[in-house]
């Protein structure tokens, strides 16, 4: 890895393994409600993985936090600005692209913008985010086809669309030139599912 997806991945490791003691959790605790492997935990913690977007939107959902407060340092701040660089790059495609989030909020209701590229040939798959989670899409570049469930849209560059995002969905380039577009998700109250449960079992 390099420096800067190094020290991305000790500041994820150093947050999750923080709040899953917050949690008085074991690893096989946090493995189980989050439907991730010990060992990739393991991993994770100890800042040694670059987990998929997948991995961390499973374990900030077990850990009742949002994405976004499981990768940025908790500070407690009035503003925060991400200087241009300096977005946490979450994902990265097999011909250069990349998914970067470059903002956001924590919990109960997180909300997260993005900026993708997507490389010709290149295409993320997501799975189902929690339930009520919603997406907004704004292509300024290329092509880009989004599947949402069985039905496929395509977009050309000024197209934008929202959909629900609690079920399964892909975005994919298919055409030369890359596809570059922002994306905001917003997840309702973030991981209460696993807060409800928690407190249940109390």
Known sequence: MDT??????????????????KHDWTLDQLSEASGVSRRMLINVEQGTANPSVSILLRLADALGIGLPALVEPPELRTAMITRKGEGAALWTGENGGSGILVAGNATP??????????APGERHESEAHSEGTR???HLHKGSLTVEVNDEVFELRAG???SFHSDTAHAYANTHKTPAIFNLCVFEPS???????ED????
């Open 199 to 202: 407190n249940n079992a109390k």
């Open 190 to 196: 973030a991981g209460t599912t696993h807060k409800m």
């Open 135 to 137: 997406e907004l899409l």
């Open 4 to 21: 800067s997806v190094e020290l991305l991945a000790q500041s994820i490791g150093a947050r999750v393994k923080s709040e899953r003691k």
């Open 159 to 161: 197209d934008a669309m």
């Open 109 to 118: 209701d997180a909300l997260e913008l993005w900026d993708w590229t997507l």
